[in-house]
């Protein structure tokens, strides 16, 4: 908004009402006119502007990037959508590093690096004493030394905690669960040695000036920070875990995403991903493999259980409904952070799509029937036929057959994958591989989440 602090009058003067029904022109000296200038000047700053962010997108991506991340950092959906964005141009997004990360998205070897100002509980203060710190005595070599050379009254416990857990410290020590536990320890110490050095009393080491002396061969005693304890050896958190907390304090999935390492099986079930949902039509049936984020569980005014969903897969997230028809069968999968595999139907409204859920089953309980054939059998009626005869006894009903069938065409170096459609699915993997390697096509299962 702009404030008006003062007003000066001039005397009167002819204007013009350009506000007419018609024509929008401004008449200028002389009796000239100009013709629609005020959209014309807006168009042509409007394609300036767009010309240079090209540019910049062009010639400078790493930069341009790291620009638009920082200046949307406040709206997730935006920043997810730019991180997909470089994530098709290529570019890697690294999670914030004790070391190396300022307080925003900087480029950094090649990649964007996560700035200490998108990291939940880490205020403008905290962040000020960090690189204030690392900018006197460089980098950190420790939980210990960090601790030690940071002030514990503007970096508390709350805000380590979350710069252990969302990565931060991983080129210090890779081992998350570890660093939380040794916190417990290395917190209490480096406030003992605050309060001495407050007092005027020191410590052994620091009084030496953190060595043996110049002459010495012996390793220097940077600070006295080895002395910091350390608790009992553990193993680290597990994956999911890890990226659970990441999502929690950066708002997404950094170092991985939980649907990474099957995103080549499930392609093979999913063929189009949820950016792509805009463009199928409405009521068309389709398939993806999702997380979830958030669920919703509502009561109809009739008193039926429905849920609403927020899902994601690696392009994008989206609004999924579960009305109450189908809600019975699939309540027990619906978890924050489950990945699952799900079916149902487009729905356009009010210029959003919404994934209508009519089935679902975990990722981790998904499998496939493999059948290999080589080229000329692939190609041979007779065998096509025989193929499509076990697998439509195999299918039995359709509601119930939730395994999916794979073609492997191979020979030689040549392979190719072929999706059957859902009419062949079947309904128990081990019957229908047994049913298959009876009439002597290979066949075998495989896991979902299989490498």
Excluded at 47 to 64: C, I, R
Excluded at 108 to 137: M, T
Excluded at 171 to 186: G, M, S
Excluded at 263 to 284: F, T, V, W
């Amino acid at each position: 908004m702009v404030k008006i602090v003062s007003r000066q009058y001039l005397g009167q003067a002819k204007v013009y009402d350009i506000g007419v029904e018609k024509d929008h022109n401004f008449a200028i000296k002389n009796g000239l006119i100009a013709s629609n200038c005020f959209n014309k000047s807006h168009s042509t700053a409007y394609g300036y502007v767009t010309y240079q962010t090209a540019y910049l997108k062009a010639n400078y991506p790493l930069e341009y990037m790291a620009a638009l991340l920082t200046a949307n950092s406040g709206d997730t959906d935006k920043v997810q959508k730019y991180l997909n964005n470089c994530n098709s141009m290529g570019i890697e997004i690294d999670p914030p590093d004790i070391n190396r990360s300022g307080l925003d998205f900087t480029p950094a070897d090649n990649k964007i690096l996560f700035g200490f100002s998108a990291v939940r509980n880490v205020g403008q203060n905290a962040i000020a004493a960090i690189l204030e710190a690392r900018a006197e005595g460089g980098e950190f070599q420790s939980l210990g030394d960090f601790c030690d050379r940071i002030d514990l009254r503007t970096v508390n416990r709350r805000t380590l905690e979350s710069l252990i857990q969302c990565g931060a410290f991983d080129k210090i020590q890779p081992n998350r669960q570890q660093l939380i536990n040794d916190l417990e320890l290395v917190y209490e110490w480096a406030q003992s040695r605050a309060r001495d050095r407050a007092s005027g009393q020191g410590n052994l080491f620091d009084l030496m000036g953190g060595g043996f002396g110049s002459n010495s061969n012996q390793p220097a005693v940077n600070n006295g920070f080895e002395s910091a304890p350390k608790a009992e050896p553990t193993s680290d958190f597990p994956p999911q875990e890890k990226l659970r907390m990441e999502k929690e304090l950066l708002g997404f999935y950094v170092s991985a995403h939980p649907l990474k390492n099957i995103k080549q099986s499930s392609s093979l079930l999913a063929p189009i991903n949820l950016s792509q949902l805009g463009e199928q039509k409405e009521n068309s049936v389709v398939c993806a493999v999702v997380m979830l984020n958030h669920v919703k569980k509502v009561m109809t005014k009739k008193g039926d259980q429905m849920a609403i969903l927020q899902i994601e897969d690696l392009t994008t997230s989206l609004e999924a409904i579960v009305f109450p028809k189908n809600y019975e069968r699939v309540s027990s999968l619906l978890e924050v952070d489950a990945r699952l595999i799900i079916w149902g139907k487009v729905d356009k409204r009010d210029d959003q799509n919404q994934f209508i859920v009519e089935d679902a089953e975990q990722v981790e309980k998904v499998q496939m029937v493999v059948v290999e054939l080589n080229p000329q059998e692939a190609s041979t009626i007779d065998v096509q036929h025989r193929l499509r005869s076990i697998l439509k006894e195999q299918s039995g009903d359709k509601d119930k057959a939730k395994v999916p069938v794979i073609g492997v065409i191979q020979s030689g170096n040549y392979r190719q994958l072929v999706r059957f459609g859902k009419q062949f699915w079947v309904q128990d993997s081990l019957s229908a591989v047994q049913s298959l390697k009876s009439a002597r096509f290979p066949a075998h299962v495989k896991q979902l989440t299989d490498s």
